[in-house]
């Protein structure tokens, strides 16, 4: 084996002979949990892999990643910048990938590429993990943008009561209403779409939501998509906030802790979309031996 570290930006799977081989790639990548995340469920699952990250150029995915799989890698995780990219370089794309319109997990099988995405799935995992419930539940989505639309089919499928989808530009949120209707029709769900601001307008916001999600990378710049006026048409002491953003806590979620609301980060739906990702590369049989709360009680711990 090689000498590479955990640090190593740029695994190349012919050092690793004997090893099945995955990255995720990314740009910036160096400070990604799924390198560990992925280690410890091959100790699990006792699986001889070898799963490191790869940073690509930020015009360069599509190259990158077919040097990786042509060098012999078995399959890869993609987060930001490069989730369309990924989908764009699949040669096959499951049918829940290409409604998310993104793609975080590739493998490569007879010669092709194909493209998956598990992260609606993992967020609805850590949900119900945390006791939420989420049928027929009200859920105010904020940000339309591909975080989003990722995990709005699987949101969906759970057949909450509603599903607000509000942006600060409306236009988007609108599309993807539209994008998602007859999913929504079929799941029995009201669908609506509203502006950010239209939240400050308690006749415009229709209830006060069990679940918030945010969805918008605005806590990457430690602000909240939320104006004080909108907390409070939208939080109640029972209201769960969940921020996707993980290893903080956001604004977004002091907000909802002033109004007397539980919160969460996104941590455990980086440990479920990653135990998707594991299962679909290594074998749906190996969920039994996987413990996913247990990873994410030891990254917390
Ligand atoms: P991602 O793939 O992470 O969703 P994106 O497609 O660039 O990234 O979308 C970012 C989302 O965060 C959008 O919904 C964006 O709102 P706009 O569509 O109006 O741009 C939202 N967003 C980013 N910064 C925000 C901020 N400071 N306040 C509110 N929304 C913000």
Not at 154 to 176: D, F, G, H, T, Y
């Amino acid at each position: 084996m090689s000498s590479n570290t955990s640090t190593d930006l740029h695994t190349d799977p012919s050092l690793y002979s004997g090893l099945d081989v995955y990255a995720v790639a990314g740009n910036p990548i160096a400070h990604s949990k799924s390198p560990v995340i992925h280690a410890r469920f091959a100790e699990q699952a006792k699986q001889a892999m070898y799963y490191g990250r790869l940073q690509a150029d930020l015009d360069g995915f599509a190259r990158a990643a077919k040097t990786f799989f042509a060098a012999g890698g078995k399959g890869m995780n993609v987060t930001v910048p490069f989730k369309l990219d990924a989908q764009a370089l699949a040669d096959e794309l499951t049918p829940r990938a290409r409604l998310a319109g993104a793609v975080n997990t590739l493998w490569i099988e007879g010669g092709k590429i194909y493209g998956d995405n598990t992260d609606g799935a993992g967020l609805v995992r850590d949900l119900l993990a945390q006791g939420i419930v989420i049928h027929e539940a009200r859920i105010l989505l904020l940000g339309a943008g591909g975080a989003a639309r990722g995990v709005m089919g699987p949101l969906l499928e759970q057949s909450p009561k509603c599903l607000v989808i509000a942006n600060r530009s409306s236009a988007k949120a609108v599309e993807l209403v539209k994008l998602f209707a007859n999913q929504a029709a079929v799941q029995e769900v009201a669908l609506e779409s509203r502006a950010l601001a239209d939240l400050e307008d308690a006749a415009k916001t229709p209830y006060p939501f069990d679940l918030v999600i945010n969805a918008t990378a605005a806590g990457l710049s430690d602000e909240s998509p939320l104006s004080a006026s909108a907390v409070a048409n939208i939080f109640t002491p029972s209201s769960f906030a969940y921020d996707m953003v993980y290893g903080k806590t956001t604004a977004f979620m002091q907000q909802a802790l002033q109004r007397g609301a539980r919160i969460s980060d996104g941590l455990g739906m980086l440990v479920e979309q990653a135990a998707d990702a594991f299962l679909l590369w290594r074998g749906a049989e190996l969920g039994a031996l996987i413990d996913p709360r247990a990873v994410l009680a030891k990254l917390r711990s």
